[in-house]
């Protein structure tokens, strides 16, 4: 029992319930002063500013905004209890000059009653396997034009790196002249080359010097190539060197391929697609490591098979110099998202951990 401003004396209920307002009346001040703070990049890789040394991976967050928080298509449920402002960068699903459906679709508003089908496709383009998950989304896309014209201006409060990906040098041109018209220098982190996607059936060996060679010097944003294992990517390493790139990112998703044990079909509509999630985490540590040891000194952004602060330190030990969010941390399957606050926390934690983090010289 306590006395209150007017000599009465309160319950202890009473006491515990402005408690708790106070408490998230501070949280909520502590954010706002956070959200000042992080206006400004505080981080350098290279040309790249991020806010600090955690960012998120392409695909995971969609557009990096919902059409619904009710059902957050193209978005981790998760995602809608973490501020992603406080990223260091969000990384946009990748984008193709034209809208894609890939082997999912591009429809970006859901019904609650359109769900059953929704989750059928999802069964079609993505599987949980041990340790992580198969997946071939092919690239679905609502277009370019359509995420600067709807979905962009209203991730202004995040610092974006905007995923793209095309067939052709033509193709990335078109995107980068595309994202110079609508976003102003140095208002996005960069621009991210996705040319190593094992979901859309095309040798990128073909055309990747050429893109770096037409596409890089048109952007007016620094540009991040992604790095697959399962190509060569200390030769595309030293390609992205050459041509002006300004960071890399390692790495993409690993081949894989799941069979159904009683026909032999493909899990997947694709037949192929790529490995995520924990199991790939040491092959993410070697490739870091090998391009280190390379002597490639462009800043690697690490992503694979992150969920925790030791995951994210051995990865700097590794030859990181910033770390990447991608389904370790954001998927679940579909009944585990009821865990979704809890999984919200940790990611959380882990964001206050590494705001302001520096890694351990090498």
Known sequence: M?????????????????REIVSLAQERNLR???????????????????????VTSSSLLGYGVANSKLIPYGMSPISQLVPLDRFGAVTTRTLTVEPREGHFTNKDVWSLREIPGLLKYYGRALQQVDGG??????????????YLRDYYPRTRGQNTIISVGGFSAEEFVT???????????????????NVSCHNVNFDFNAIIESVLSEAVP??????????????????????????????????????????????????LANGFGGVSGRAIKPIGLR???????????????????????????????AGADAVSLGSASWFASFPGYALSPLYAVRIRSLLRRMEGYRPPRR
């Open 2 to 18: 306590r006395e209150n401003g007017r000599g009465d004396v309160e319950p202890g209920a009473v006491q515990a319930v402005r």
């Open 32 to 54: 706002l002063v956070r959200a000042d703070e992080t206006a400004g990049p505080h981080v350098r890789l290279g040309d790249v500013k991020l806010r600090n040394r955690l």
């Open 133 to 146: 998950w198969l997946n071939a989304f092919g690239w679905c896309n609502v277009g370019i034009d359509a």
């Open 175 to 193: 995107l980068v002249d595309r994202i110079n018209a609508a976003v102003p220098a140095g208002e996005i982190a960069a621009v991210e080359f």
């Open 218 to 267: 048109r952007s007016n944003h620094p540009v991040i190539l992604k790095l697959s294992p399962d190509y060569d990517y200390l030769e595309h390493a030293k390609l992205a060197a050459r041509h002006g790139v300004s960071a890399l990112t390692a790495i993409n998703t690993v081949k894989g391929l799941r069979l159904d044990p009683r026909t032999g079909t493909p899990l």
């Open 287 to 317: 490739v870091v490591s090998e391009l280190r040891n390379a002597g490639v000194t462009l800043p690697i952004i690490a992503t694979g098979g992150i969920r925790t602060f030791d995951d994210c330190r051995e990865y700097f030990w």
